[in-house]
């Protein structure tokens, strides 16, 4: 009898992503007996900013952010996943399965959970005997303190993270981006007052920082020993696991402008999609399902980097202790957090005026000028009719 092809699968290239999706598969494998997947991985970048009919061309699952959900439902490039993940949000972590939803289908299966969170060096905060910060007051008033010891702050602003930096920020503060449709409505005041904030903790920076995404801040945070704090950026819980020594990362609730403080951070995260052209369909169904199963979840993604979605994990005290108190620490922050617009065509609006805050930061443009570039910016991308 012959034997089912394999699936292909592609993620994204971290060790959060690849190896509990190895190990899943081989525990899947081993123990059903039945058709897993070879996975291959794209950089972060690709991850975020890839056209979809590129990121599929050669794959039945495809791990994927929910900015590109409004695109995958209308592509035809995917099909839906309802019959093989059980239509329970509050079985995962936050909005964790609501943002994979649209139009009353579910496009994909939730596999890792995250938002915008602080993260920081307990050792080098210990050096300026500073707490923890709570609202950005704080983080401006340890900016100005890190410095005078010859430390920085840390920020993630290069590609398009600094533009959702200011995102977390107006929402936050009550200005979201929700319109008609579930379209784009920028408040110019709202998005003038997130800048202003987001350069007034740049200044504490190191210039680099411009250039950096999640991954590389918190690659620098455990490599270098200048950069103490960092107030909001995608969270890696994997960074505080114990093989970082004594540079391993501590975490926080993101520190916003308004109160509850850590209100309104943007969800970030991913999810296994089944490309429209799998080879094998119910093989696909069927591994999916599983690996937003407990089993899967709590008892491989949790003892292999991985930064589960489901509840159960985010609540585990074993879990919690392992990555350093990451999902306590983050959990509220988490529950709290504010989905993206995802309409076809908001993944190339978000990637545009991340250039232009970064400009805005590197001094290279006005405030009023990157305001009025991104509020023109948003009119020109609005939902295309489904």
Not at 8 to 25: S, Y
Not at 176 to 202: P, T
Not at 256 to 283: N, Q
Request: some cysteine.
């Amino acid at each position: 009898m012959k034997r089912a092809p394999r699936l292909r699968g592609v993620t994204w290239g971290h060790r959060r992503a690849i190896d509990p999706l190895v190990t899943a598969t081989e525990a899947y494998e081993r123990t059903f007996g039945r058709v897993g997947a070879d996975w291959s991985v794209r950089d972060l970048k690709a991850f975020e900013h890839q056209p979809l009919a590129e990121a599929v061309a050669d794959c039945d699952l495809l791990v994927f952010d929910h900015p590109f959900i409004g695109e995958i439902a209308g592509s035809g490039l995917f099909r839906p996943v309802d019959d093989c993940v059980a239509a329970d949000d509050d079985a995962f972590a936050g909005p964790s399965l609501a943002t994979y939803r649209w139009h009353g289908q579910l496009w994909g299966a939730p596999v890792d959970a995250a938002t915008m969170n602080a993260i920081y060096r307990d050792d080098l905060l210990r050096q300026v005997d500073h707490e923890i910060p709570q609202k950005w007051q704080d983080v401006i008033a340890l900016g100005d303190r890190l410095r005078r010891k010859g430390l920085w702050l840390g920020l993630a602003n290069g590609d398009h993270h600094g533009f959702l930096a200011a995102g977390t920020l107006m929402h936050n503060a009550g200005a979201s981006w929700g319109g008609g449709s579930d379209g784009l409505v920028i408040d110019r005041d709202a998005l003038g007052e997130a800048l202003s904030a987001l350069a007034e903790a740049n200044a504490f920076a190191p210039p680099e920082c411009l250039g950096m995404n999640s991954i590389a801040l918190h690659d620098a945070m455990t490599s270098r020993d200048d950069i103490a704090y960092c107030p909001m950026t995608y969270g890696y819980a994997t960074y505080g696991e114990a093989d970082f020594g004594v540079r391993r990362l501590s975490f926080g609730p993101s520190p916003g402008r308004v109160a509850p403080y850590e209100a309104g951070t943007l969800i970030g995260g991913a999810a296994i999609g089944i490309t429209a052209h799998c080879r094998d369909v119910e093989a696909a169904k069927a591994f999916v399902g599983w690996l937003v199963s407990p089993d899967a979840q709590l008892g491989i993604f949790a003892q292999h980097h991985g930064q589960p979605a489901i509840e159960a994990a985010w609540i585990d005290p074993a879990i919690d202790r392992r990555f350093n108190g990451y999902f306590s620490a983050v959990h509220s922050t988490l529950r709290s957090a504010a989905v993206r617009p995802r309409f076809r065509g908001f993944g190339r609006f978000e990637r545009v005026a991340g250039q232009i805050v970064g400009r805005f930061l590197g001094g290279e443009t006005t405030l009023p000028a990157a305001v009025a570039a991104i509020v023109d910016l948003s009119g020109a991308h609005q939902p295309a009719p489904d």
